[in-house]
């Protein structure tokens, strides 16, 4: 009991500024209760009925501030797990590192987390988080208050708490204010925090893209220096966020900002070689236009046609240098294909699963040359015809090939027959000549096996 109030007392470290909240009316904030879905307003209100807390938390109340309409809900409550999964009977927990529980209305699904703490559960042992060598934090998974919740969390204009019953904003750290300002600043050290998770740092880049912001200079003086600490995050998490930053519809410019902050080595080492190449940075920039054009007009993006642009430079370099080798095109394309896709392995940790799609837009480039005879025709019938072609047009308008071959395409789909026949080259290409099979001895003609 001593030790534990000597800890308390001196140990300890203090909360961060601010842990009272700032509370603005709907006045002061215009946040509208009809802006929310009925699934969040229903969740928040049921948990509210139920004698516990229930706040619209994080990205969606920042979204709400910025005039922007949110992707998703989350909501904060005291209610534990296990209260939260039996006052929704559509609703489930998961994860085991850290207990939530998703509600689901419909086709509509809220994540609900309980309040989370910067501090260890009081004990015997040190009161002090467990972190390895480098600062980063090996456990988080506290309960706490409402205070303790948003002092956790990462940037201030994250760390905002919406009332949906009284249509107020708790602000814990100046989170409206930075809004207003366009400013992204971290809660607490910034030293500490990106120690803590380095993967602090590309969501900073990710979000000051996304939201036009700027950082902090206090927020962005550490990262030159700590930027080496991604090196110790699985590359799966790396992957995971990397996802989200070129998917985010400012791919573009979230690119550009993980390298002005020096942070792609530890996300897209591949950069240095791409944008450093005229071409390639114009096809790089090309595709990610592209992407975000899409993700803004609501149609699908892939992720494998996406991350098929960013390694694409890199099989079109070895893929020369293996034909300057003396290895034929066509099994030179295919070597370079899984030398590549091996080597970033260990930097990106691209999952499988996208391998497929990936090297069947690749292996198709090389037949959109091919405009004699049949082969066209035997193309456009091609599952991955839609994505190879959407590629042809990246690699066209980036000057890799000749925008000439992407115009005869996107003339070729819509000609009628008439129009296809005139517009196909001659086949010069030899034929295979037919092997004649040799009779036996005595064999004839009418005798021979039919072929």
């Known amino acids: 009991m001593i030790r534990r109030f000597i800890s308390k007392v001196f140990g300890r470290k203090t909360r961060a500024p601010g842990s009272g909240a700032h509370i603005l009316p709907q006045a002061r904030h215009g946040i509208r209760r009809d802006q929310l879905t009925d699934c969040a307003l229903k969740t928040c209100e049921t948990l509210t009925q139920a004698g516990f807390k229930g706040y619209l938390v994080g990205g969606a109340v920042r979204d709400l501030l910025l005039g922007k309409t949110p992707k998703d809900f989350d909501v904060a409550t005291d209610a534990t797990p296990e209260e939260v999964r039996r ?45 390895d060598e480098h600062g980063r934090l090996l456990s988080d998974n506290v309960f706490g208050s409402m205070a303790d919740d948003a002092a956790r969390r990462d940037f201030t204009i994250n760390a905002l708490y919406y009332d949906v019953v009284r249509e107020e904003v708790h602000d814990y750290f100046g989170g409206v204010a930075d809004c207003k300002k366009r400013v992204l600043r971290m809660i607490g050290d910034p030293d500490t925090r990106f120690r803590e998770d380095p993967v602090r740092m590309l969501r900073a880049a990710r979000f000051a893209a996304k939201l036009d912001f700027h950082i902090d200079p206090e927020t962005r003086r550490p990262v030159a220096t700590l930027a080496p600490l991604l090196a110790n995050i699985p590359r799966a998490r790396i992957f995971d966020e990397a996802l989200k930053l070129l998917m985010s519809g400012h791919a573009l410019r979230g690119v550009h900002q993980l390298r002005a902050e020096g942070l ?14 005229p071409v390639g940075e114009r096809f790089i920039n090309a595709a990610l236009k592209t992407t975000d054009t899409r993700i803004a007009q609501d149609k699908p993006a892939s992720p494998a046609f996406l991350f098929g642009t960013l390694l694409w430079p890199q099989v079109l370099l070895r893929w020369r240098a293996l034909e300057a080798g003396g290895e034929k095109p066509q099994p030179a394309l295919f070597i370079a294909m899984d030398e590549v896709l091996d080597a970033q392995r260990g930097q990106l940790a691209i999952p499988r ?86 009779k036996k001895p005595g064999e004839t003609a009418s005798t021979a096996p039919a072929e």
């Open 87 to 131: 006052l929704f009977r559509r609703s489930r927990i998961i994860g085991r590192r850290f207990q939530i529980v998703h509600v689901m209305c419909g086709r509509e699904t809220i994540e609900v987390t309980t309040f989370r703490s910067n501090e260890q559960k009081d004990t015997d042992e040190d009161d002090e988080r467990p972190t």
């Open 264 to 277: 792609h080595h530890g996300m897209l080492p591949l950069l240095d070689t791409i944008l450093d190449d």
């Open 353 to 438: 699963r996208y391998d497929g799609m990936m090297k069947e837009i690749w292996a198709l480039q090389p037949r959109f040359e091919q405009r004699g005879g049949q082969r066209p025709y035997r193309l456009l019938e091609h599952p991955r015809f839609r994505a190879a072609y959407d590629f042809l047009l990246l690699r066209a308008e980036s000057g890799e090939v000749d925008l000439e071959l992407g115009e005869w395409w996107t003339r070729f789909q819509d000609a009628d027959d008439a129009e296809r026949e005139s517009m196909l080259k001659v086949d010069s290409s030899p034929r295979p000549r037919r092997k004649r099979k040799r």
